[in-house]
Nanobody
Framework: QVQLVESGGGLAQPGGSLRLSCAASGSIDAINVMGWYRQAPGKQRELVAVISRGYDSRNYGDSVKGRFTITRDNAKNSVSLQMNSLNAEDTAVYYC?????????????????WGQGTQVSVSL
């Protein structure tokens, strides 16, 4: 079983910055893709950023390109999101996502796991 625990959400002013972190726990050897999605009230969940296990592939949602940076630490099974130049449209619940997990005590699991979500609010 995998648990994703997010931290770092909160309130920021327009133009400000926040950093989100997510750590995966469980009998995990490795995680293929980790990333962040977000969901604003009345809207569908959307891609923010994802990063591959080999660090060689990062994909960002169009609305965050150039402002957000995703990183990961494979040794800690963690992923972070540095969010700069925040604006009101970035207000949403941000969810950590892990897909493709090699367990130390079981076969490869291609299921998608989600964190519980952390609120990010941007306002004056």
């Amino acid at each position: 079983q995998v648990q994703l625990v997010e931290s770092g959400g909160g309130l920021a002013q327009p133009g400000g910055s926040l950093r989100l972190s997510c750590a995966a726990s469980g009998s995990i050897d490795a995680i293929n893709v980790m990333g962040w999605y977000r969901q604003a009230p009345g809207k569908q969940r959307e891609l923010v950023a994802v990063i591959s296990r080999g660090y060689d592939s990062r994909n960002y949602g169009d609305s965050v390109k150039g402002r957000f940076t995703i990183t990961r630490d494979n040794a800690k099974n963690s992923v972070s999101l540095q969010m700069n130049s925040l604006n009101a449209e970035d207000t949403a619940v941000y969810y950590c996502r892990a897909a493709g997990i090699w367990f130390s005590d079981g076969p490869f699991d291609d299921k998608i796991y989600w964190g519980q979500g952390t609120q990010v609010s941007v306002s004056l």
